[in-house]
């Protein structure tokens, strides 16, 4: 059974940093594609993040270029989000999601995703 387990959010103040990881089992993760999402209250569930099967490319949404950086260590099997200098907005439930196409490049919308997590609250105070 594929499982993915979030941790590392919680609550911080504005200009703050945090770091999410992402630890894969049930199979390995390092031939496919990983990214983070997040969701706020009332809102889509949206990309943050996204890195292709070996980790040499990647994707950001516009609203976190400069501030976060998505990593893998595919040894671990463990997916990162290191998130700098957070702002208020930044807050929202994120997730971890896989993709099950081997060799798959990085992808920005939830539906091309096939595994999820339970996700992990992130709260940034102003």
């Known amino acids: 059974q594929v499982q993915l387990v979030e941790s590392g959010g919680g609550l911080v103040q504005a200009g703050g940093s945090l770091r999410l990881s992402c630890a894969a089992s049930?199979?390995?993760?390092?031939?496919?594609?990983m990214g983070w999402f997040r969701q706020a209250p009332g809102k889509e569930r949206d990309v943050v993040a996204s890195?292709?099967?070996?980790?040499?490319?990647?994707y950001y949404v516009d609203s976190v270029k400069g501030r976060f950086t998505i990593s893998r260590d595919n040894a671990k099997n463990t997916l990162y989000l290191q998130m700098n200098s957070l702002q208020p907005e930044d807050t929202a439930v994120y997730y971890c999601?896989?993709?099950?196409?081997?060799?798959?490049?990085?992808?920005?919308?939830?539906?091309?995703?096939?595994?999820w997590g339970q996700g992990t609250q992130v709260t940034v105070s102003s």
């Open positions: 890195i292709d099967w070996s980790g040499g490319r990647r």
């Open positions: 049930g199979r390995t993760f390092s031939g496919y594609a």
């Open positions: 999601a896989a993709r099950a196409v081997y060799g798959s490049n990085w992808a920005t919308t939830a539906r091309e995703y096939d595994y």
